[in-house]
């Protein structure tokens, strides 16, 4: 009997210490759970301004010139003068090709006019001696005539024995080939001793100019067209960029000079539109065929809302942002996108003047978050940045 009292006083206990637990755990649940603090988010403020708007290509160089040097005459090729891959200057020797029959031929020549010269003073003293007499009735005419012709005859060969002294000293000067243009030159083709120009044309080396040099890119045609209604002048600034490995390695953020090219034709195959900067190339440092990117001035009159193109996303309702709200809430913005370049993309509609766009945690962001927005416009906004890439003047 005993027993079963102090079984039963447990058991009782326990319940009420269950209850007890029951009752703190509910009380812990209907308490509101604690706020989290808004998260923190770096903005820009979007406005319409006036900047200068820089469009970006990506495309290569080629050469403004390619001369292709050969070897004129033919012989045994002697002497080489230059350094593979040297610059080298217009009349610069380049290859010596053995003159020795050249030389003779020309001498030949020279040899053949004095004696013509020889036998037309003889024809010119017979016609000198015979005309008086012929005109007192002493020699008949017909002989005159003969020495007459025969002068006449001896006078054009003269003129045929200067060309072909002409011609002799051509070929002679042949022998010696000389750089046609200032340019790069390449590889020699032909080695010493070789054997050149016996029966067809013989390549020995090559030259291209490159300095100036040209940049390739392809706008779209819709591009082209905006490009040409907005642009500020008919020839309109060009500047060239290596990849940025290569621009550190060649100590050079760009290249400029300006766009001297279109084409009239739209490649129906890709839509686009071959067009051409001219870009200085004083040091060579841009070899033909290298990747750059090209980025061509097209205005800095009309006013433009950009925005960095990272900060826009898109679904199936189109482009949007996410902006702040006066109560520092997160909102969607639905947007239409304009034309975008590396640094920036311009906003035709969508965005009213001073609207905060988020630019940063744009992963964890979504509607209805409460935010602290921090404003880094001056640091870290399109202007800003574009003016660390030299695009922009800095500010006094």
Not at 25 to 31: E, F, G, I, W
Not at 274 to 282: H, Q
Request: aromatic share 6%; charged share 25%.
């Amino acid at each position: 009997m005993m027993r079963r009292l102090l079984l039963l006083s447990l058991c009782t206990s326990l319940l009420l210490m269950a209850s007890g637990c029951s009752n703190e755990a509910d009380k812990q649940a209907s308490q509101p759970a604690p706020e989290r603090p808004p998260m923190p988010v770096e903005t820009i403020i979007a406005k319409k301004q006036q900047v200068p708007i820089w469009l970006e290509f990506t495309g290569k160089t080629a050469a403004t010139k390619r001369i292709e040097v050969q070897a004129r005459v033919s012989g045994r090729l002697e002497k080489i003068f230059f350094k593979e891959g040297d610059i080298v200057e217009q009349g610069q020797a380049l290859f010596a090709i053995e003159k020795t029959s050249y030389q003779a031929e020309l001498a030949r020549a020279k040899a053949v006019l004095q004696k013509d010269q020889a036998s037309l003073a003889l024809a010119i003293a017979d016609v000198e001696r015979y005309r008086p007499l012929v005109a007192e009735g002493l020699a008949p005419r017909a002989t005159l005539e003969q020495y007459l012709a025969r002068q006449g005859e001896l006078e054009a060969t003269i003129l045929g024995d200067k060309a072909a002294i002409r011609d002799a000293e051509l070929n002679l000067s042949y022998t010696e080939v000389t750089a046609p243009i200032d340019g790069r030159i390449g590889r020699k083709l032909v080695d010493i001793g070789n054997i050149v120009g016996y029966g067809q044309t013989t390549a020995l080396t090559t030259i291209i100019a490159d300095d100036p040099i040209y940049a390739y890119f392809n706008p779209t045609e819709e591009v082209f067209q905006v490009m040409r209604r907005y642009r500020d002048q008919d020839r309109m600034e060009a500047r060239v960029r290596a990849p940025d490995t290569m621009a550190a390695i060649l100590k050079r953020p760009h290249f400029s000079g300006q766009v001297d090219f279109s084409d009239n034709r739209v490649d129906p195959q890709t839509g686009t539109i071959t067009m051409r900067a001219l870009i200085d190339n004083p040091e060579h440092l841009l070899l033909e065929g290298t990747f750059v990117y090209t980025e061509v001035f097209v205005t800095q009159k009309r006013p433009f809302t950009i925005i960095p193109p990272e900060v826009v996303f898109d679904d199936q309702r189109g482009s949007y942002v996410y902006g702040v709200d006066d109560n520092d809430t997160v909102v969607r913005i639905d947007i239409r996108r304009g034309h975008s370049s590396r640094y920036y993309l311009t906003v035709p509609q969508g965005l009213e003047d001073n609207t905060r766009v988020i630019i940063s945690g744009l992963a964890k962001v979504k509607e209805g978050l409460k935010v602290q927005p921090h404003d880094v416009t001056d640091t870290k906004g399109v202007l800003a940045i574009m003016r660390d890439k030299g695009m922009l003047p800095e500010m006094e």
